[in-house]
């Protein structure tokens, strides 16, 4: 269920609604068309869900499209995905030719009006070869780590990004040289959805039950797609090194993305890796299962992210706005997130992430001391007004004087 901008107030105060509203009056009637590469599963496709329909509120004809693609094209663009992360991947003509034809398929189909076209990560950047046809601005956002991305790939996107009117990154290490603008705008979460909103305790029960797991000992969770970067086999392997001292519990749930090839793979190999251990649960959870993850994170004394490279990770955002404490891979924009022993416990390795995990689950006052300021902390940067607020002022600053808008 989605909120009118004015129940955010009791959360951030009048004058942040206040100013939203004031910058909406010139963005008023423009239409800001998305267009990513899935509608379920990640955090493009949990932000695109909760911002659309305040931005709609706010006069904005937000649209959303979803490019289409066989299994060929996005078993190229997870490729793409992973060695922009740095993954040693090897490209051959026919991974480019691929992509490029896929992008112009879409291009001939999709409605490319609008004053912005906002074109989610790489799955899409070659729409761009319409720009010429279209009197739009273009943005490129982009939600991955590519502080380090494998040079093959980078440069041949690189022409494509070059063509865009701005670029916008989720953190400062991830800017890169460019030819074109760039801003520099973290995701956020919505703390008043389904996902996120306060969970009475006989509801959180009650999906603890549902998934068979006893309240009465402590539990360690990580909620991600089951994708190689987030770790999962890792999260046992801590785990378990923890077990050895405390009696507890882990969770491992997640859903896919229909544009990820190879979850499938990847969850195989979890549930095999976790045969043998009944303390741990490994969950396929559909699609909008949101108050069952919210019930998870809720109950567990530990929230793990263990990726091995991280765009932003929303995950740890909505762990921290819970509460929880956390144990997290010092990677991406999990950093912006969580200071280490202040707001959460960052860590490097499977032992490091053991020993934290153990730390907190023996020290429950210094966890909860960590939980109350990564809560602050995600109240003051990641809620889903600030991120408002600087799409607003970034789509104000593509038309600049001379520009037509509508005022
Ligand atoms: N998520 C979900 N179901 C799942 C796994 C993840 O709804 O089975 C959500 C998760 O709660 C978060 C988002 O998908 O809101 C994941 O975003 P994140 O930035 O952590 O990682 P990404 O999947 O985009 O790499």
């Given at each position: 269920m989605n909120h009118p901008l004015q129940a955010y107030e009791s959360v951030v105060g009048p004058q942040v609604i206040y100013e939203l509203r004031l910058l909406a009056e010139r963005t008023k009637g423009w239409t800001v068309r998305n267009i990513n590469?899935?509608?379920?599963?990640?955090?493009v496709a949990e932000i695109l869900n909760r911002m659309n329909p305040l931005l709609q509120e706010l006069g904005i004809n937000a649209r959303w499209d979803v490019i289409k693609g066989g299994e060929k094209f996005f078993k190229v663009t997870k490729k793409f995905h992973n060695a922009l992360h740095g993954k040693e991947e090897c490209f051959s003509e026919e991974d480019f030719a691929v992509f490029l034809e896929n992008n112009e398929i879409n291009a001939n189909s999709l409605?490319?009006?609008?004053e912005v076209l906002f074109i989610h990560d790489?799955?899409?950047?070659?729409?761009?070869?319409r720009k010429d046809s279209v009197n739009s601005k273009w943005l490129w956002r982009c939600h991955?780590?590519?502080?380090?991305?494998?040079p093959q790939v980078w440069n041949f996107l690189l022409p494509f990004i070059n063509r865009y009117h701005s670029a916008v990154f989720s953190?400062?290490?991830?800017s890169q040289k460019l030819l074109i603008p760039q801003a520099l705008i973290s995701p956020s979460i919505d703390p008043l959805s389904d996902k996120n909103k306060d969970l009475p305790e006989d509801v959180i029960q009650r999906i603890l039950e549902r998934f068979r797991i006893d309240p009465g000992k402590p539990i360690v969770t990580q909620i991600s797609r089951?994708?190689?970067?987030?770790?999962p086999v890792g999260v046992i392997d801590a785990f378990e090194m923890v077990q050895r001292y405390v009696d507890c519990q882990l969770i491992l749930a997640g859903g896919e993305a229909t544009?990820?090839?190879?979850s499938a793979e990847v969850l195989a190999k979890v549930r095999d890796r976790a045969a043998?251990?009944?303390?741990?649960h490994v969950l396929a959870i559909p699609s909008g299962s949101d108050l069952e993850i919210n019930a998870l994170q809720r109950a567990s004394a530990v929230v793990v992210q263990?990726?091995?490279?991280?765009?932003?990770?929303l995950t740890v955002s909505e762990a921290l706005w819970k509460g929880r404490p956390m144990v997290a891979s010092a990677v991406g924009g999990i950093t912006l997130q969580i200071t280490h022993k202040y707001s959460g416990l960052l860590c490097h390795s499977i032992e490091g992430a053991a020993h934290a995990i153990k730390q907190l689950l023996q020290n429950p006052d210094y966890a909860k001391k960590l939980g109350e300021n990564g809560k602050e902390h995600i109240r003051q940067n990641f809620l889903l007004t600030r991120h408002l607020r600087d799409y607003l002022l970034l789509f104000l600053s593509l038309?600049?004087?001379g520009d037509i808008i509508h005022l």
């Open positions: 590469s899935t509608a379920v599963g990640g955090g409605d490319l009006s609008g790489p799955q899409p950047i070659g729409l761009i070869n991955i780590d590519v502080s380090n991305p494998n953190a400062p290490s991830f089951f994708d190689y970067l987030k770790d544009d990820d090839p190879e043998n251990n009944p303390d741990i263990k990726s091995l490279k991280e765009g932003f990770g038309y600049r004087e």
